[in-house]
């Protein structure tokens, strides 16, 4: 559970960075809307626990929104 969190975290800190467009890095909506794409691209072909029984990609995808969303409440509330 931990590790999913902690990719959320570490992927909205991607998202922030210089290599993704100003107008997609500079909203919400944009940053969203890659952090959710990234999510279901890897899950969908890179996660290597596709297929074993008991993975549940689904928890994995609400788990990193989560990480997500609580560092972009960490960074509006420091704003």
Not at 4 to 29: D, H, K, N, Y
Not at 53 to 69: C, E
């Amino acid at each position: 559970m931990g590790r999913e969190l902690l990719a959320g975290a570490i992927l909205v800190l991607l998202v922030r960075g210089p290599w993704v467009a100003p107008e997609w890095r500079q909203s919400l909506l944009g940053r969203a809307a890659i952090i959710v794409g990234v999510n279901a691209l890897y899950e969908g072909f890179l996660d290597d626990r596709r297929g074993q029984s008991g993975h549940q990609p689904w928890a994995d995808v609400g788990q990193r929104l989560a990480g997500s969303a609580g560092v972009e409440i960490i960074f509006r509330v420091t704003r």
